[in-house]
């Protein structure tokens, strides 16, 4: 499979070839959902908390006597059964997180990748660099190549404070390292632009 690699100005100036056994086989769609599944577990505060009937204020005396009222048996006014008792098996926090090999974190790297490649929707420049932060230059950049607008990850091989800066002001567009990416975070936005060297460390 091979990429067009594009300059700063939106011109077509090289095509990348994309390692064929890596990014060639099958899409591997169930891979991709039980990955995505796993990240978003992952995000998961688990902070959803509600009272017992051991737990809510009161209740400790017991509301009229067992027999001879005519009314149903009760033991205690935060019961589940009335108005501001204990809730019955609702959530405590918990810890949602989880993971799976390695290995199959990769290989689901490589489907999203080969997939957003597919479908058009992963871009390839030369270089992203300024010498100042300024969002406008990134702007302009999204814009010659036909993505401003759009929810976009821009992926770099390493940390840049100028890249990052110029883009943080920028709705729906993200700065990620290479060594950070994962199969979630391409296939949250619209649209990919990797710069060549961030492909090849993924490579």
Known sequence: ???PV????????????????KFGAPIRTTLL???V???EANMRQGTASTKTKAEVAGGGKKPWVQKHTGRARAGSIRSPLWKGGGVAFGPKPRDYSYTVPKKAKKSALYSAVALRARDNELIVVDTIQFDIPKTKQMMDTLRVLGIYGESCLIVIPQKDENV???A????????????????YEILKPKKILLTRDALEKIQ
């Open 1 to 3: 499979m091979e990429i």
């Open 6 to 21: 594009y300059n700063k100005q939106g011109e077509k100036i090289d095509r990348i070839q994309l390692d064929e056994k």
């Open 33 to 35: 959902r039980d990955v």
């Open 37 to 39: 599944i796993m990240y």
């Open 164 to 166: 990052w800066k110029s």
């Open 168 to 183: 943080r002001n920028i709705p729906c567009v993200k700065v990620m390292t290479s060594s950070a990416l994962n199969a």
